[in-house]
Nanobody, 118 residues
Framework: QVQLVESGGGLVQAGGSLRLSCAAS????????MGWYRQAPGKQREMVAT??????TNYADSVKGRFTVSRDNAKNLYLQMNSLKPEDTGVYYC?????????????WGQGTQVTVSS
């Protein structure tokens, strides 16, 4: 069983920075994509940034140039968020899409709150 645990959320003023972390446990497999998604009140969950096991990254247009996604091994994922804006407020979720033995599985963390005040 895979578990994802996020940390690092909090309250920050506009223009500030936060760093989110996600620790994965269980069988991750060598073929996977990890990423960050967020959900603001009253809105759908949206992709923020993803990184594949091969190191390819993808960002939402709204965070390009401000956020950086990284992973230091198969199980630790980070999101460095700079120049934060009030519209970045929301619950941030860590996600893992794993391919193992021909089966694609999708896992989510419990989420961490990020609040950016103006």
């Amino acid at each position: 069983q895979v578990q994802l645990v996020e940390s690092g959320g909090g309250l920050v003023q506009a223009g500030g920075s936060l760093r989110l972390s996600c620790a994965a446990s269980g069988i991750i497999s060598s073929t996977n994509t990890m990423g960050w998604y967020r959900q603001a009140p009253g809105k759908q969950r949206e992709m923020v940034a993803t990184v594949t096991s091969g190191g390819s990254t993808n960002y939402a247009d709204s965070v390009k140039g401000r956020f950086t996604v990284s992973r230091d091994n198969a199980k630790n994922l980070y999101l460095q968020m700079n120049s934060l804006k009030p519209e970045d407020t929301g619950v941030y979720y860590c996600n893992l899409v794993r391919v193992r033995l021909g089966v694609i599985s999708n896992y989510w963390g419990q989420g961490t709150q990020v609040t950016v005040s103006s």
